[in-house]
């Protein structure tokens, strides 16, 4: 038995659960573990987040308890021990909306637009205390990211000068059309939502994995929800949900049409980066099957006219073709970093 394991026994022993059945429930791209407990009372969710391997479970309860004290469905923390990375929470269920509409598609209209409204009503509120800012240089380094892991893992080459016309070209547009007004969860999607139909309004939208919030744009966590690298959205879902948003918060259209282009190129360059990474540094191949999508939804943002400044330098990243993508698999766990 591992050290781990005695000290997450021990919490649950100390936060009155040690008659529970325990059943590991998901992992994610982190560190971090979920397990289940049941018992004859309820079930409750156990987060392990190793400090030891850089997690810190402090920034879920902060955003958490905000989002609880809105009447929005977060979990709520049931017990928590800084000192070892362990958080007891409420059980919201399975029904996440991605397994939801595998067997109920006729509820995408509803579950997205309850999403949507959600949206609007939290951007309602002020944010909470002590977020960084999700700014244009911090955005600009992330969306990078594709030329540094993708391009490079893709072709073995550092495309240094199209990567410094990007750099300094989409910082500019960031910069004119991406003010940091409001609270944005930056994982706001198909798989980290659960529909919990017995709440009401948008209470029946319960959120996950919101500890790396910041202040950002409005137009960040609809881009989130609508360009998703794991589901395919209907394009008329996404023009439906962005008029809804629009309409109910009262935003301009055209700059706020111009924000969500811009930062939906943004988070598909940096997913594109990211994923690649996964695979060539982590060894988790299975993201390399996700970029298609990402690169598709990338081609629809660089559609906007706003975009056109920075298409030359992004020209030169090469398509996903099925070559270009099983030399991404070939290449798995063999890059552990790119110096």
């Known amino acids: 038995m591992s050290d781990r394991t005695d000290l997450i026994d021990a919490f649950i022993d100390r936060s009155g659960w040690s008659a529970a059945e325990v059943s590991l429930l998901a992992g994610d791209?982190?560190?971090?573990?979920?397990?289940?407990?049941?018992?004859?009372?309820?079930?409750?969710?156990?987060?392990?987040?190793?400090?030891?391997?850089?997690?810190?479970?402090?920034?879920?309860?902060?955003?958490?308890?905000?989002?609880?004290?809105?009447?929005?469905?977060a979990p709520k923390v049931?017990?928590?021990?800084?000192?070892?990375?362990?958080?007891?929470?409420?059980?919201?269920?399975?029904?996440?909306?991605?397994?939801?509409?595998?067997?109920?598609?006729?509820?995408?209209?509803?579950?997205?637009?309850?999403?949507?409204?959600?949206?609007?009503e939290l951007h309602e509120n002020d944010p909470p205390a002590g977020l960084d800012p999700y700014d244009p240089p911090r955005m600009t380094d992330l969306a990078a990211l594709a030329f540094d892991w993708y391009a490079f893992a893709a072709t073995g080459e550092k495309p240094s000068d199209s990567r410094q016309q990007f750099h300094d070209c989409f910082?500019?547009?960031?910069?004119?059309?991406?003010?940091?007004?409001?609270?944005?969860?930056?994982?706001?999607?198909?798989?980290?939502?659960?529909?919990?139909?017995?709440?009401?309004?948008?209470?029946r939208v319960g959120l996950l994995d919101f500890q790396d919030a910041m202040i950002g744009h409005r137009a960040y966590d609809l881009v989130s929800l609508l360009q998703d690298a794991r589901r395919d959205v209907p394009e008329a879902t996404e023009t439906a949900m962005?008029?809804?948003?629009?309409?109910?918060?009262?935003?301009?259209?055209?700059?706020?049409?111009?924000?969500?282009?811009?930062?939906?190129a943004q988070r598909n360059l940096r997913i594109l980066g990211v994923f690649a990474r996964l695979c060539v540094r982590d060894g988790k191949a299975w993201y390399v099957d996700m970029i298609p999508r990402v690169w598709n939804l990338l081609q629809?943002?660089?559609?906007?006219?706003?975009?056109a400044p920075v298409r030359p330098a992004l020209d030169t990243l090469p398509a996903p073709s099925p070559d270009i993508l099983q030399r991404l698999k070939d290449k798995c766990a063999t890059i552990p970093s790119l110096s």
């Open 242 to 264: 962005i008029a809804r948003y629009i309409e109910a918060t009262r935003q301009d259209d055209d700059s706020f049409r111009t924000a969500y282009h811009l930062l939906g």
């Open 78 to 120: 049931l017990a928590e021990d800084d000192a070892t990375g362990l958080l007891l929470l409420e059980d919201l269920g399975d029904a996440l909306f991605a397994r939801v509409l595998e067997t109920e598609p006729e509820l995408e209209n509803s579950l997205y637009s309850t999403a949507t409204d959600l949206l609007a």
């Open 171 to 203: 910082h500019r547009l960031l910069a004119d059309n991406t003010t940091e007004t409001v609270l944005i969860q930056r994982d706001y999607h198909a798989e980290n939502l659960l529909w919990l139909p017995n709440r009401s309004g948008t209470a």
């Open 300 to 307: 629809r943002d660089l559609a906007h006219p706003a975009l």
């Open 29 to 73: 791209a982190s560190n971090r573990r979920y397990f289940r407990l049941a018992s004859d009372s309820g079930n409750a969710v156990l987060m392990d987040a190793p400090p030891e391997k850089g997690e810190d479970i402090r920034p879920f309860v902060h955003i958490a308890q905000y989002l609880t004290s809105l009447g929005l469905s």
